[in-house]
């Protein structure tokens, strides 16, 4: 079964940085993009960041300049590197992969990892 394993999350105050990671492994086959999301108490799951194979990059208008999205080919990994932390980036963060559309589009998700951002 495919497993994707978070990590990185945690308490930080404003201003800080974090370092999420996401390892992926089992059968995925080929992969068209990887990313991450975001869910907030009281609000519908949205987009932080994502790459496709091909190596474009698309990020939220709220994270713009201050988050940056990585990948590992070779290791199935996924980062995103997060400064100038906000409140508002206080979420649970979703490593999310998804399966290339050529051999039958499928997404995975993660488990989900706590960012809180609090003095």
């Known amino acids: 079964q495919v497993q994707l394993a978070e990590s990185g999350g945690g308490l930080v105050q404003p201003g800080g940085s974090l370092r999420l990671s996401c390892a992926a492994s089992g059968s995925i086959g080929s992969i068209y993009a990887m990313g991450w999301y975001r869910q907030a108490p009281g609000k519908q799951r949205e987009l932080v960041a994502r790459t496709t194979s091909s190596g474009y990059t698309n990020y939220a208008d709220s994270v713009k300049g201050r988050f940056t999205i990585s990948r590992d080919n070779a290791k199935n990994t996924v980062d995103l590197q997060m400064n100038s932390l906000k409140p508002e980036d206080t979420a649970v963060y979703y490593c999310?992969?998804?399966?290339?559309?050529?051999?039958?589009?499928?997404?995975?998700w993660g488990q989900g990892t706590q960012v809180t951002v609090s003095s």
């Open positions: 999310n992969v998804v399966r290339s559309p050529f051999v039958g589009e499928r997404a995975y």
